[in-house]
């Protein structure tokens, strides 16, 4: 322990001590300063800067920091490895008196490594393809001097400093070269990668053999499929007919009498799948079947007196055709005498009145027609007798 009075009589010996150093002390000190330029493994040390107020310097004293010294106002070193050295001068001047100052010096002739970062940090899709918007960056170290900046183009594009993350959110081809620069210059080789990014998934066109007549086809149908993808081309086309399994798609589908439900969806290489599509398809190949009354017996105004193996109808009459289809429906029936379009009827019962003027043997042909555009006929002979005398009572009424 020191006492109060010791540390007293401490602190007045150390003012002596630093007032007899400045009144021996003889003269001003040096200052040592210096510059130097580095290229590559070699540097040059120029201590001209270093001054004396009061007289010269006599001396320079370089110590390299890798072990080795040297001695002169302008020196050379060459360092055998790359590094960071601290490199002092020891300036002395004519009256012995020294100084000392010292700079690290860097020694770096390796360029920078760097790196590309994505995310998502890989393909996201198949086959090397990225299905949604990416960013990507990049990362570099350099040995000593440190990076100074990376340089990047997308395809042919300017040379671009790297700042922030990029983003890319149109589908395309990427291709992207990138390199980085350390603060000495040293540029790194470039780098090339590419990213393949599709974001939109593949669509299909329908095409068939034949129209369809108020969604109808009146026979068997070809289906064709024609998917396309814009970016990474269409892979497989699946498809399905009534709730079978899907399969792959391979020339045209062929879909036959009745009611089906073709789906079909593609997916490109990319891994993008087309929403499902859905096509009701009814084919109806069947002609409706017709009958006609009057048929086979005696009509006397409309009311059939007895069954015959022929048709006589005397006085006016209702021609009606039985019309039926099994798959599509009855679309319309038209009447025809003797080839003469007479009337059609689109609504059940079928039906025409004949009250033209007669005295002789007609063929009377139905046409019917379902809603697929399937014709079925009927024809028949009939003796029609019908001088009108109805009309004319009716007139004389
Ligand atoms: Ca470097
Ligand atoms: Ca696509
Ligand atoms: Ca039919």
């Given at each position: ?5 010791e540390?007293g009589?401490a ?9 007899s ?12 300063d ?5 290229n ?10 270093s001054?004396?107020?009061d007289?010269i310097?006599v001396?320079?004293?370089w110590?390299?920091?890798d ?9 050379n ?26 700079a690290?010096v860097?020694?770096?002739v ?5 790196h590309?970062?994505t ?18 960056w990049?990362?570099a ?6 990076v ?11 040379w671009?400093t790297?700042?922030p ?6 589908e395309?081809i ?6 980085a620069?350390?603060?000495?210059g ?18 299909t ?15 068997e ?5 024609m ?5 990474s ?15 792959e ?6 879909v036959?009498?009745g009611f089906?439900?073709?789906?079909y ?14 096509k ?5 190949s069947t ?18 007196i ?20 099994v ?15 007479k009337?059609?009827d689109s ?14 043997s007609h ?6 027609y ?9 024809e ?16 004389n009424?």
């Amino acid at each position: 322990m020191i006492s109060k009075s010791e540390k007293g009589i401490a602190v007045i010996i150390a003012l002596l001590i630093a007032i007899s150093w400045n009144v021996t002390a003889d003269g001003v000190p040096p200052v040592a300063d210096f510059t130097y330029s580095v290229n590559a493994y070699n540097v040059t040390f120029n201590a001209s800067l270093s001054h004396d107020a009061d007289g010269i310097i006599v001396n320079y004293t370089w110590d390299f920091g890798d072990g080795s010294v040297g001695y002169g106002m302008v020196v050379n070193h060459s360092y055998a490895v790359e590094g960071i050295y601290t490199v002092n001068l020891t300036v002395k001047d004519n009256q012995s008196m020294e100084n000392v100052t010292s700079a690290q010096v860097i020694i770096d002739v390796t360029p920078p490594v760097s790196h590309m970062v994505t995310l998502p940090s890989s393909p996201n899709g198949a086959e090397g393809w990225y299905v949604t918007e990416l960013q990507f960056w990049f990362n570099a170290s350099d040995n000593f001097s440190g990076v100074k900046n990376i340089l990047y183009r997308i395809n042919d594009g300017n040379w671009t400093t790297f700042d922030p993350n990029v983003s890319i959110n149109k589908e395309g081809i990427y291709n992207i070269s990138y390199y980085a620069i350390d603060a000495y210059g040293n540029e790194e080789e470039m780098h090339n990668t590419t990213l393949k990014m599709d974001l939109k998934p593949p669509s299909t066109l329908f095409n068939t053999s034949k129209n369809a007549s108020d969604g109808w086809y009146s026979g068997e149908v070809e289906i064709k499929l024609m998917p396309y993808d814009s970016m990474s081309g269409v892979k497989t086309l699946y498809y399905r007919l009534d709730d079978g399994v899907y399969a792959e798609y391979e020339g045209s589908i062929s879909v036959g009498e009745g009611f089906h439900v073709l789906e079909y969806f593609a997916v490109d290489n990319a891994g993008n799948a087309e929403e499902l599509v859905r096509k009701e398809i009814n084919v109806d190949s069947t002609p409706p079947s017709v009958d006609i009354t009057p048929y086979n017996g005696i009509y006397f105004f409309g009311r059939k007196i007895i069954s015959s193996d022929t048709t006589i109808v005397v006085g006016n009459i209702t021609v009606e055709a039985m019309v039926s289809d099994v798959i599509s429906g009855v679309k319309e029936a038209k009447f025809y005498v003797d080839g003469e379009f007479k009337g059609k009827d689109s609504v059940p019962p079928y039906q025409w009145l004949w009250d033209d003027f007669s005295l002789g043997s007609h063929e009377i042909k139905v046409v019917a027609y379902d809603n697929a555009g399937n014709k079925g006929e009927k024809e028949i002979t009939v003796l029609f007798i019908n001088p009108k005398i109805s009309n004319q009572i009716s007139v004389n009424e």
